[in-house]
């Protein structure tokens, strides 16, 4: 199944400050999630946001704050979000079949989000560079498990051209200049 733009929404999975220097490869999950976001935005895809307990962990990382909408904000204390009650309504009340998924860590709250999300029959794609860990083992070993339920493992270019479905137009072609060259 293709990700299509008007049934999905991309949802940022607890990208924090206190968190962030320990992931591998931080500045890359930043960087790829950043350019997924703005894509998103271009094309108008719904785009939900979780912290992990920010009192301790911290906000979201400023650069991706400064790009995120600001009322689309999720608190939660339950590492997947379809644990945590207020946020399981708020992505509900969205009223969409596909969601997709970027964040850290892989392990924990990105898969334990996915997996639920799909026993809860939603389509499910983890972007596998937009996803990290503090260990490459530990993110490796999830995206594998999360491909074994089900979960559509994807590139943030996979998502970008199934999202923008067709080349000519001007949105293509305005992502095409800014962000594929």
Not at 130 to 135: G, L
Request: glycine share 4%; proline share 4%; aromatic share 6%.
């Amino acid at each position: 199944m293709l990700i299509h733009p008007d049934k999905s929404c991309l949802l940022v999975v607890d990208i924090q400050e206190k968190l962030a220097p320990a992931i591998y490869e931080k500045e890359r999950l930043i960087k790829n999630s950043k350019w997924l976001i703005e894509i998103a935005t271009i094309l108008n895809v719904p785009i939900l946001t979780s912290e992990q307990y920010p009192q301790g962990i911290g906000h979201t990382i400023a650069e991706l704050k400064a790009i995120l909408p600001e009322d689309q904000y999720m608190e939660k204390t339950h590492f997947s979000c379809m644990s945590e009650p207020s946020c399981q309504q708020i992505i509900k009340d969205r009223k969409l079949d596909q969601m997709v998924i970027i964040g850290m860590e892989s392990h924990v709250c990105v898969m334990q989000t996915a997996i639920q999300l799909k026993q809860q029959d939603y389509d499910v794609y983890v972007v596998a560079d937009c996803v990290s860990s503090r260990n490459p083992e530990d993110k490796a070993c999830a995206l594998e498990r999360m491909r074994g339920c089900g979960i559509h493992i994807v590139t943030r270019e996979m998502v970008a051209f199934e999202w923008m479905q067709k080349s000519g137009t001007d949105t293509f072609k305005r992502i095409s200049k800014e962000y594929l060259r």
